[in-house]
């Protein structure tokens, strides 16, 4: 396993796949797109950030790391998709501010559990607003809104 991140964070990123999936052993590959399709979606799509998950060369779902911004610095966030592309589990893998840590408690992030692509998230509304962590919240619920818009496009050019 090899996103885009800090060695030592690929270690998580693996704990959490084989939890989710329930798998001891899986394969993974990189999602290539095209620099046209690229532009056209508002999430950032790069050759190691977003993976298809195998185990016994079956399809088993898909995994993408992204950054958000937070008050002054950006955290590492983890969504894991089923093979119809509906949001398993997200997490805030590495947090690096003083404040608004709460975005990676387990209890808040399950509200993203079950969303798909055709789903849209509403800050205060379908996503609950944390008292300190204002900046974060309505980062993670833009960048699961810009994830689940891109899923969108993907499916309706027959690339996932």
């Given at each position: 396993m090899s996103f885009a991140i800090q060695k030592d964070l690929n270690k998580k990123v693996d704990k959490e796949i084989k939890e989710v999936f329930k798998v001891s052993n899986y394969t993974y590959s990189a999602i290539?797109?095209?620099?046209?399709?690229k532009k056209q979606l508002p999430s950032k799509f790069e050759t190691d950030n977003f993976i298809a998950l195998k185990a016994n060369n079956a399809l088993i779902g898909y995994a993408y790391m992204g950054k958000a911004p937070s008050k002054t610095d950006a955290f590492d966030y983890l969504v894991l998709?089923?093979?119809n592309q509906v949001i398993l589990?997200?997490?805030?893998?590495?947090?690096?501010?003083?404040?608004?840590?709460?975005?990676?408690?387990?209890?808040?992030?399950?509200q993203f559990i079950g969303k798909k692509p055709s789903d849209q998230l509403r800050y205060g509304d379908t996503v609950v607003a944390i008292s300190g962590a204002t900046i974060s919240v309505r980062s993670m619920t833009?960048?699961?809104?810009?994830?689940?818009e891109s899923l969108k496009i993907?499916?309706?050019k027959k690339i996932l």
């Amino acid at each position: 396993m090899s996103f885009a991140i800090q060695k030592d964070l690929n270690k998580k990123v693996d704990k959490e796949i084989k939890e989710v999936f329930k798998v001891s052993n899986y394969t993974y590959s990189a999602i290539l797109l095209s620099s046209e399709i690229k532009k056209q979606l508002p999430s950032k799509f790069e050759t190691d950030n977003f993976i298809a998950l195998k185990a016994n060369n079956a399809l088993i779902g898909y995994a993408y790391m992204g950054k958000a911004p937070s008050k002054t610095d950006a955290f590492d966030y983890l969504v894991l998709l089923d093979k119809n592309q509906v949001i398993l589990k997200t997490k805030v893998i590495a947090y690096r501010e003083d404040y608004g840590g709460e975005i990676g408690s387990k209890r808040w992030l399950q509200q993203f559990i079950g969303k798909k692509p055709s789903d849209q998230l509403r800050y205060g509304d379908t996503v609950v607003a944390i008292s300190g962590a204002t900046i974060s919240v309505r980062s993670m619920t833009d960048a699961m809104n810009n994830l689940l818009e891109s899923l969108k496009i993907l499916q309706s050019k027959k690339i996932l």
